[in-house]
């Protein structure tokens, strides 16, 4: 059974610390993303990857970074915390290139939930 | 935005009856696809319809595309409490400089009773 494992299910965190969160797939995907959701927003994209150690901002990348050394690991950044940041993130991966016409189905991980105070 | 809208933002209905939901979008799309959401937990992909598919069937699930109306639907039908989650199309889109782009819509909440 194919699986994007996320690192926490649930984080508290402060104002002002760094913090991380790990995604890793086990399908040998060349594609993974960082989405946020939250209630009246839908999921926003706010980076992705196409392969190892590339990286591409989606929508709203502000605040964030990403760092892919490994091809099943996609790993998101909070360089500094902000209560702004508190939400529901989703990593997902998919087999089809971004940048390629193809089908670009996604498989989700089961969420990451951050509260920052 | 290409952002799809989707109509209702909540549907409750009663178990046995058939959910219908819709999502609209703007601009020309490769595929649409519809993901399913349970409470607190990642998205599951359910159904993918190209651009020059008008009507796709899996199991219960029924999606029709029309893309000189830029809308979809999701047709659920004899619908059971395990049915309860909410509900978000993609859009797969070609971008301008080339390679595509996948924008989720805001999604239907649907509760399913007893």
């Known amino acids: 059974d194919v699986k994007v494992t996320q690192s926490s299910r649930y984080l508290v965190k402060r104002t002002g610390e760094k913090v991380f969160l790990e995604c890793v797939q086990d399908m040998d995907h060349e594609n993974m993303f960082w989405y946020r959701q939250d209630p009246g927003l839908g999921l926003r994209l706010i980076y992705f990857?196409?392969?190892?150690?590339?990286?591409e901002k989606g929508d709203i990348p502000e605040g964030y970074s990403v760092s892919r050394e490994k091809k099943e690991r996609f790993s998101l950044i909070l360089e500094s915390a902000s209560t702004n940041q508190t939400s529901m993130y989703l990593c997902?991966?998919?087999?089809?290139?971004?940048?390629?016409?193809?089908?670009?189905?996604?498989?989700f991980g089961a969420g990451s939930r951050l509260t920052v105070l | 935005s290409q952002q799809g809208e989707e109509d209702p933002q909540a549907l409750s209905i009663q178990e046995g009856e058939n959910a219908t939901m819709n999502c609209s979008y703007k601009?020309?799309?490769?595929?649409l696809q519809w993901y399913r959401q349970n409470s607190g937990r990642g998205l599951v992909h359910l159904i993918l319809?190209?651009?020059?598919?008008r009507e796709k069937h899996s199991g219960r699930l029924r999606v029709t595309l029309d893309t000189s109306k830029k809308s979809s639907s999701l047709l659920i039908t004899a619908s059971r409490a395990a049915d309860t989650a909410s509900y978000f199309c993609?859009?797969?889109?070609?971008?301008?400089?080339?390679?595509?782009?996948?924008?989720f819509g805001t999604g239907t909440q649907l509760k399913v009773e007893l």
């Open positions: 997902a991966s998919s087999l089809n290139g971004y940048g390629i016409s193809g089908a670009n189905v996604l498989t």
């Open positions: 601009t020309s799309i490769n595929n």
């Open positions: 319809i190209r651009s020059n598919e």
């Open positions: 990857s196409y392969d190892v150690k590339m990286k």
């Open positions: 993609a859009t797969v889109w070609g971008l301008t400089g080339g390679g595509n782009k996948l924008t």
